[in-house]
């Protein structure tokens, strides 16, 4: 028997013109929310965006607005910045999410794991009891239970 998952949304990906840009890379002057690209906040050292293939619902991401491949390339400014950034993101998805805990970490490298490794940045994955099932673990399919932009509207307003 053959099984079906629908994912209807994809269709827009799959037939948009595809951005060669770095997808942290925001133009100089601004500054705050960016909805089109999912930018949550943005200040004039970091910004925090949702990931858009997330490996589990509300994953965020924060990076320094400089385009640098490597935390030890990054001002002592920037690491600051992005490391409170990042816990503040935690405590913003502790308000609208209420997870259980968290994965947080850089994968710098293309060997470790890094999808864009010429822009740093730092994975903030909330995390629910029970959010591992047979889907990813037999179908090596991932279920995330919101839209993006409903996780979006959720979140920008805990940011600014």
Same mark, same amino acid.
């Given at each position: ?5 629908? @994912? *209807?949304? %994809? ?9 060669? #840009?770095?997808?942290?890379? !925001? ?10 690209r999912l930018v949550l906040y943005s200040d004039a ?17 924060? @990076? *320094?607005? %400089?385009?640098v491949a490597t935390l030890a390339l990054a001002t002592? #400014?920037?690491?600051?910045? !992005? ?54 673990? !037999?179908a090596e399919t991932r279920v995330i239970p919101e ?14």
């Open positions: 028997m053959s099984e079906t998952l629908w @994912a *209807p949304w %994809r269709m827009d990906y799959i037939l948009s013109p595809k951005d060669q #840009s770095c997808c942290f890379c !925001l133009p100089d002057n601004h500054l705050g929310p960016l909805p089109e050292l970091c910004l925090l965006i949702m990931n858009l293939y997330p490996y589990n619902n509300a994953h965020l991401m924060a @990076a *320094p607005r %400089r385009h002592a #400014s920037e690491r600051a910045a !992005l490391i409170n950034l990042a816990a503040r993101a935690t405590e913003a998805l502790d308000q609208a999410m209420a997870p259980h805990g968290y994965n947080l970490g850089i994968n710098q490298g293309e060997v470790a794991g890094a999808g864009l490794v010429e822009h740093l940045h730092f994975h903030i994955t909330p995390r629910y009891l029970g959010d591992t099932n047979y889907m990813t673990v !037999l839209h993006l932009r409903a996780t979006y509207d959720k979140l920008v307003g805990l940011f600014n």
